[in-house]
């Protein structure tokens, strides 16, 4: 079963660079997440999206925007990529509910030069 | 807003020894609560979450945790630890308000020496 996959696994911008990280899930989820991960301050919200055409801000949106056209699919692009966005990012799908858990990708690890 | 505290960043045992992590959460209703544990250049996978069903609850890997609400706690506890188990540990609550986003704890490395 592939579950959340992320593309690409590694990725290296010069400042000011522009890119789209994609995920997909093959689960059927409702919701979808954009998480980025730095060392110390466990994994903050960047955008997430409760279904198909719809999304919100997270607790970081700046500097990046994201799109959900298909259900399947959540894109995250940084529109000019800035050093202090170099960490690591995950996407996450879930159903939606209380006790529902998150199924996450590998993870893209993005360095900003 | 629902959120959680772990305390200690790291925690180092020695193989063998008893595990235990930290949890604490602070809401106003009864919580969602969840374990999840992160292995080197990988995602999260979920370890186990509590539903309300039973206080002490089991997970993979022979972990467990208990709810106490009079602590506001969930703990995360093995009896014994392996090598295999040196990972991050984060827990997650269900933030309120109808959108069901999960909220993560800082995390915690937990070393395993021989």
């Known amino acids: 079963n592939a579950g959340v996959t992320q593309t690409p696994k590694f990725q290296v911008l010069k400042t000011g660079q522009s890119m789209t990280l994609q995920c997909a899930q093959d689960m059927n989820h409702n919701s979808m997440y954009w998480y980025r991960q730095d060392p110390g301050m466990g994994l903050r919200l960047i955008y997430y999206?409760?279904?198909?055409?719809?999304?919100d801000k997270g607790e970081v949106p700046d500097g990046y925007n994201v799109s959900r056209l298909k259900k399947q699919n959540f894109l995250l692009g940084l529109e000019s990529a800035a050093p202090s966005q170099t960490s690591v990012y995950f996407c996450?799908?879930?159903?939606?509910?209380?006790?529902?858990?998150?199924?996450f990708g590998q993870g893209t690890r993005l360095t900003v030069v | 807003a629902q959120s959680v505290t772990q305390l200690g960043s790291h925690v180092s045992v020695s193989e063998g020894a008893l595990v235990l992590l930290r949890c604490n959460y602070s809401?106003?209703?009864?919580?969602?609560l969840f374990w999840y544990v992160q292995y080197p250049n990988q995602g999260l996978q979920l370890l186990l979450k509590?539903?309300?069903?039973?206080?002490l609850v089991k997970g993979i890997n022979g972990f467990e945790a208990e709810f106490k609400k009079s602590e506001t706690s969930f703990h995360l506890t093995k009896p014994s630890a392996h090598m295999s188990d040196a990972a991050e540990y984060f827990c997650a609550v269900i933030r309120s308000g109808g959108s069901y986003i999960p909220t993560f704890g800082r995390g915690t490395s937990l070393i395993v020496h021989p």
């Open positions: 509590y539903t309300s069903a039973a206080t």
């Open positions: 809401s106003s209703v009864p919580p969602y």
């Open positions: 999206s409760a279904s198909e055409g719809t999304t």
């Open positions: 996450a799908s879930s159903q939606q509910g209380r006790n529902t858990e998150a199924f």
